[in-house]
């Protein structure tokens, strides 16, 4: 396994991290892919942070064409492993996500995506997937539905 991919060279504009994709992403596709170490199943795990206040929403695949069509369109593309098939957030909910700014782990295997999420990022209407939290020997529900699950997805 590669432990040090060779990264492009970061863009030396101090507020490059700020502009909206794609215009700050989309130009060296091809290079920030070459660099990807993909899973056996050609995926790569893909968390999705809040890009104001760092919380993270969720978690979810992507593949080198649902990362692609994240680049090029701006907003966050994944691969649903359920449906066999791309999985473009918000495409039923409206909930989408614009994307900020994509960051590549130390090991080239997991991939970060600073995102503004528009409405919801949990199908079950919360801000965030990850709403469990272990607490007294038990997983406790600690944030609150946000939005009707049954309102969203008809």
Known sequence: MNHNPKLPDADPTPDASTKPAPENLSASSDTLLAQLQFNSQGLLPAIAQDYRSG?????????EQSLRESLSSGYACYWSRSRNRL?????ASGHRQKLHRLQLDCDGDALLLQVEQQGVACHTGRLSCFFYQWEADRWQIVEDVMIDPETVYR
């Open 87 to 91: 999985w473009r957030k918000g495409e």
């Open 55 to 63: 919380r993270v929403l969720m978690m979810a695949w992507m593949n």
